[in-house]
C-alpha cells in the first residue's frame, strides 16, 4: 500500500517562507515524478512544481523565481520551498507522485495560509 504523508503546512504573513515536505512510502514503487498541486477555495487544483527522476523541473508561472523543488531519492521524499509567499499561495497543497507505470497517488493535503 502507498502512503503519502505530508508536513509544513501552515499560516504565515506575507512575506514570509514554508518548506512542505512528502515522505513517500510503499512496496516495490518505482517513482518517475514526484509533485505539488494546490487548490484554493473556489478554485480548481492547479501545479505547482514537479521534479522528474532525472533532476528535470517544471514550475507554475505564479510561484516561479519564488519556490524551489527538490527530491531526496533514497527517502523518497520531495520537498518545496516556497519564499516570498503572497496570499495568493493561500491554498490546499496536495503531494503527487507518478510511478513509472503511469499510476498516480495523492496526499491527503496540507492548507497553506498567507495572510497580510
Known amino acids: 500500500q502507498v502512503q503519502l504523508v505530508e508536513s509544513g503546512g501552515g499560516s504565515v504573513q506575507v512575506g514570509g517562507s514554508l518548506r512542505l515536505s512528502c515522505a513517500v512510502s510503499?512496496?516495490?514503487?518505482?517513482?518517475?515524478?514526484m509533485g505539488w498541486f494546490r487548490r484554493a477555495a473556489g478554485s480548481r487544483r492547479e501545479l505547482v512544481a514537479v521534479?522528474?527522476?532525472?533532476?528535470?523541473?517544471v514550475y507554475a508561472d505564479s510561484v516561479k523565481g519564488r519556490s524551489t523543488i527538490s527530491r531526496d531519492n533514497a527517502k523518497n521524499t520531495v520537498y518545496v520551498q516556497m519564499d516570498s509567499l503572497i496570499p495568493e499561495d493561500t491554498a490546499v497543497y496536495y503531494c503527487?507522485?507518478?510511478?513509472?507505470?503511469?499510476?498516480?497517488?495523492w496526499g491527503q493535503g496540507t492548507q497553506v495560509t498567507v495572510s497580510s
Open positions: 503527487n507522485v507518478q510511478a513509472y507505470d503511469d499510476t498516480q497517488y
Open positions: 510503499g512496496s516495490n514503487l518505482n517513482i518517475r515524478r
Open positions: 521534479i522528474v527522476d532525472n533532476g528535470f523541473t
